[in-house]
């Protein structure tokens, strides 16, 4: 089968571009490759290292919560022909796992920096380099399923209402919108964990981030006039079997990200490089030590008829 999708399947998206090795507009900094979109807040990079991180982050999210998606939108992932879009796909570890798992639905990821890799992309996935800040191009109504998560580094906190607004317009009546996001505040916190957690709060609030996001979804989906049927979960303590398996892997993945940001972060705390080594070290003792979570929330609700 081939990987594009057919022109039926792609009625409605304006804007198509199949594996995005058109145009890379990517920045390279301290060894890694950066997206370069000027509007963006986004500070993490886009290369095969992040996509590992990523692919590791899909496989603990998808474990803490016991499922990959909470909306039940199951009947319409098994209708031929059903629209799902992913915003800010990375390294498309959610969408290549969800269009494997429903053949017959069409998916799409939209990303101003794409990671994915084209050797496994399903032939139902189209990738779309694009910028969740601006107006979609797709037309009104296209998708029975919107899907974002772990998006609170790419959208300041004002604008989460033009960006829900887009996909609401995007989302068919009657289809679902979804979204995933996390506290980034571990429940319980030792001082070297309040150090770096500090100085990452300083950063997000330099680049107009909202940290405390996930805690909102739930009012920014009831105060929308099109939206209705508002469901959330939470996920607030590790509870499921390989809890501990988890946390590891956890702690693993938040330290990567933690190495990722050291020239940014280090020059924050005014810290040498093996004084911020020393710090994120006894960080990941502290995670494990005092069995810290980070809380996790799945939002979801329904586009009115
Ligand atoms: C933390 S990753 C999450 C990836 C994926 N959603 C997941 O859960 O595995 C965030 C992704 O959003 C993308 N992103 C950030 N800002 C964006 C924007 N304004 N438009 C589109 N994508 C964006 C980044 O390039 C990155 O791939």
């Given at each position: 089968m081939g990987s594009k999708i057919n022109k039926n399947q792609s009625k409605g998206v304006n804007s198509t571009s199949d594996n995005l090795s058109n145009e890379d507009t990517s920045k390279f900094e301290d060894g890694r490759k950066y997206h370069n979109v000027k509007n963006s807040t986004y500070f993490l990079p886009s290369d095969n290292e992040e996509a590992n991180r990523l692919h590791l982050q899909h496989y603990i999210l998808k474990n803490v919560w016991q499922s990959t998606f909470s909306a039940p939108v199951e009947h319409l992932l098994n209708q031929e022909g059903a629209k799902v879009l992913d915003a800010g796909t990375g390294a498309g570890s959610w969408l290549f796992e969800m269009a494997t798992e429903y053949p017959k639905a069409n998916f799409i990821g939209i990303d101003i920096a794409p990671i994915q890799s084209s050797h496994t992309k399903p032939s139902n996935v189209e990738i779309i380099k694009g910028n969740i800040l601006e107006?979609?191009?797709?037309?009104?109504?296209?998708?029975?399923?919107?899907?974002?998560?772990?998006?609170?580094?790419?959208?300041?906190?004002?604008?989460?209402?033009?960006?829900?607004?887009?996909?609401?317009?995007?989302?068919?009546?009657?289809?679902?919108?979804?979204?995933?996001?996390?506290?980034?505040?571990?429940?319980?916190?030792?001082?070297?964990?309040?150090?770096?957690?500090?100085?990452?709060?300083?950063?997000?609030?330099?680049?107009?981030?909202?940290?405390?996001?996930?805690?909102?979804?739930?009012?920014?989906?009831?105060?929308?006039?099109?939206?209705?049927?508002?469901?959330?979960?939470?996920?607030?303590?590790?509870?499921?079997?390989?809890?501990?398996?988890?946390?590891?892997?956890?702690?693993?993945?938040?330290?990567?990200?933690?190495?990722?940001?050291?020239?940014?972060?280090?020059?924050?705390?005014?810290?040498?490089?093996?004084e911020y080594d020393d710090l994120i070290k006894k960080m990941g003792e502290e995670l494990i030590n005092l069995k810290s979570f980070n809380p996790q929330v799945r939002a979801y609700a329904r586009k009115k008829l």
């Open positions: 107006r979609l191009p797709f037309d009104d109504n296209t998708f029975d399923y919107v899907f974002q998560r772990t998006l609170y580094v790419g959208i300041p906190e004002n604008k989460w209402p033009s960006v829900i607004n887009e996909f609401v317009r995007v989302l068919k009546p009657d289809g679902y919108l979804e979204l995933s996001e996390a506290d980034f505040k571990s429940s319980t916190m030792g001082p070297a964990t309040t150090k770096v957690t500090d100085a990452i709060l300083a950063m997000f609030r330099e680049h107009g981030l909202d940290p405390n996001v996930c805690y909102k979804l739930q009012n920014y989906f009831e105060e929308h006039k099109q939206l209705h049927d508002v469901h959330c979960e939470k996920k607030e303590k590790l509870d499921s079997k390989n809890a501990e398996e988890l946390r590891k892997l956890s702690t693993e993945n938040y330290i990567t990200a933690m190495m990722t940001l050291k020239p940014k972060l280090a020059s924050m705390m005014e810290v040498s490089y093996d």
